[in-house]
């Protein structure tokens, strides 16, 4: 009896908040297009690097290329990209589902009713957590799927044959999984603390497209000034280096850190922001 | 590519920013019907005598503050069980900040409110003890009816199918398929008048539950909570519509500029004079009533 509301049932309740608002289907339905989108271009692309235009005035480096292209580290290469297609954009949905989770209570006020329901305000924003992190790997499950549907598809259009088993798409595509969930986290503590829903998409974008050329120039700057180079892997600070960082295999950049400084790096962010999100929401007054 | 997904990603922002924002905007422009007035599908459950106590609320010296407005100002009163308490005053005279804080929506500046003598956030299951109706806006527009309850019942481990029990005791059977931003005001009141009877609970707390109900309306809701009271169950309800209050209450609460300026029965508030409204008038004279 004296026990509060089971866990579980909190976190499947954010999980039912999701799914009964059309909103629901904007996000699965929009990231599905988009990822095909993405595949599409990506195959296009692709297939231009494998048949160079005879037209092309760098021709002969395009053919070389293309050679590269077609041995079977060079396949591998390109399948792995194929099934991870547009995923440097697309995690941009999970960072907006996961502030979304959080800001649509204020903005459509049923905050209210959620605090009455549940009193214990962290475990609410925990729950939210869980539920945007589980959503954040749903988007990875869907990129997957379709991205796996086409790449077959399109490698033996081009008469090459890679086997999506290859390590190093199986390991691409295993990266990308906490890229989704991390920034979705991140998008939850974004909302948890700033609340505003206009605002939390504005720095979440901010933070997710002009935080790598800022923290460039910044490090830039200061290199010329001290010419440190760990001031280039500092560059990893900022969540969107440190997410590059984390799913590219070997280094994102010179003196880029090892992966896995990336990955706990983005999930200091969502766990940092998510702290500072419960904190102040139990202490602020719902009005 | 990456421009043209960016394009994409931008436009799809823009979208959900603008129909949340309709969504807040939320004119109930749909169909009104008048829902099929019911006295309650099911006969309220009665109260054990010792139990009672569990749903007496007590509110000490309760205090809020705001800046160097007293919102608040050490307000003190109970709420009895097996009676309706109506909590009176003027727009603005912090009867709402009064009931967030019993509810531990608002964390007082000093004072205390309990629900059988512990506080609301620190019940074990708040929502299974009172039920409460505090603004009728709390559901989100694009949800519908059903779904805003059984995200509750979900949340409180109420099996789902007690949404449609309750749908259709509250007279909005034929509308929970439909979006909240479809609904009225009375249907919204309606709505969370259902979430507060969800879980039967032995506590009802209920912030101008009239408002938008036409007299059919405010007459069921009399007889809700008459009916809820004569099954042992604490009725707390504010409201500044004297007339209705003087039909529906036992007690009074009246408050005014934050301050409790009289208590007791209906009939000692009212005292010698001609009515409620005389009363009110006088024990309010001299309070803005826009604070």
Redesign the interface.
């Known amino acids: 009896m004296n026990q509060p509301a089971a866990w579980s049932r909190l976190v499947s309740a954010e999980v039912m908040k999701l799914r009964t608002t059309t909103a629901w289907w904007l996000f699965v339905g929009g990231f599905t297009v988009v990822t095909a989108l993405a595949v599409g271009l990506n195959c296009v692309g692709q297939h231009y690097a494998l048949f160079p235009q005879t037209d092309a005035f760098d021709r002969a480096q395009k053919l070389t290329e293309a050679a590269a292209d077609r041995t079977p580290a060079g396949a591998a290469a390109m399948a792995a990209s194929l099934m991870t297609s547009g995923q440097t954009l697309t995690v941009l949905f999970a960072l907006l589902l996961g502030s979304y989770v959080v800001t649509s209570e204020y903005v459509n006020r049923t905050v209210t009713t959620t605090f009455l329901t549940v009193p214990h305000r962290g475990r609410i924003i925990a729950a939210k957590l869980a539920a945007a992190t589980s959503f954040g790997a749903l988007f990875w499950l869907i990129a997957t799927v379709v991205n796996a549907v086409v790449t077959p598809v399109f490698l033996s259009s081009q008469h090459l044959s890679v086997p999506l088993t290859a390590a190093v798409v199986t390991r691409s595509v295993a990266l990308s999984l906490p890229a989704f969930a991390l920034w979705a986290a991140f998008g939850l503590g974004l909302g948890a603390v700033i609340r505003s829903q206009a605002v939390a998409i504005v720095v979440g974008l901010v933070c997710f497209v002009g935080g790598f050329a800022a923290v460039a120039a910044v490090s830039q700057l200061v290199y010329d000034a001290v010419h440190q180079d760990w001031l280039f892997s500092a560059r990893v600070i900022a969540p969107a280096v440190a997410s590059q960082v984390m799913i590219t295999s070997g280094r994102a950049f010179p003196h880029a850190p090892p992966q896995w400084v990336g990955a706990v790096i983005m999930a200091g962010y969502g766990l940092a922001l998510t702290a500072a999100g419960i904190i102040q929401t139990r202490r602020r007054d719902v009005t | 590519?990456?421009v043209?997904?960016?394009v994409?990603?931008l436009g799809?922002?823009v979208?959900?920013?603008r129909?949340?924002?309709g969504?807040?905007a939320g004119d109930a422009s749909g169909v009104e019907v008048t829902p099929e007035l019911s006295a309650l599908a099911w006969e309220p459950k009665r109260i054990p005598p010792d139990e009672l106590p569990l749903g007496r609320v007590v509110v000490s010296g309760l205090t809020k503050q705001y800046g160097q407005v007293k919102a608040v100002d050490d307000v003190s009163f109970t709420a009895e069980p097996g009676r309706v308490t109506g909590f009176l005053g003027p727009n603005g005279a912090g009867k709402t900040t009064t009931l967030?804080m019993l509810?531990?929506?608002?964390?007082p500046t000093s004072g205390e409110a309990t629900i059988g003598g512990t506080r609301?956030?620190a019940l074990?299951?708040?929502?299974l003890r009172v039920g409460?109706v505090?603004?009728a806006?709390?559901?989100?527009?694009?949800?519908?009816g059903r779904?805003?309850l059984?995200?509750?019942c979900?949340?409180?481990?109420l099996p789902l199918e007690r949404a449609d029990e309750v749908l259709s005791a509250v007279g909005l059977g034929d509308a929970a398929n439909r979006l909240v931003r479809a609904y009225s005001l009375g249907m919204r009141q309606r709505l969370g008048v259902a979430?507060a009877l969800l879980a039967d609970p032995q506590v009802l707390v209920l912030d101008e539950p009239g408002n938008g109900l036409d007299p059919r309306g405010i007459r069921w809701i009399r007889e809700l909570l008459r009916s809820q009271a004569a099954a042992g169950r604490t009725v707390l309800v504010s409201s500044h519509l004297l007339a209705e209050m003087e039909q529906l209450a036992d007690d009074l609460v009246i408050i005014a500029g934050g301050r409790v300026v009289a208590t007791g029965t209906v009939a000692s508030v009212t005292g010698g004079r001609p009515s409620l409204e005389a009363a009110f008038l006088e024990l309010t004279a001299g309070e803005d009533t826009i604070r």
């Open positions: 590519m990456v043209a997904l960016g994409i990603a799809f922002l979208w959900l920013v129909r949340e924002r969504g807040q967030r509810l531990g929506l608002a964390a609301y956030a074990a299951e708040p929502a409460a505090l603004e806006n709390g559901a989100h527009e694009g949800r519908t779904d805003h059984r995200v509750i979900r949340t409180t481990g979430a």
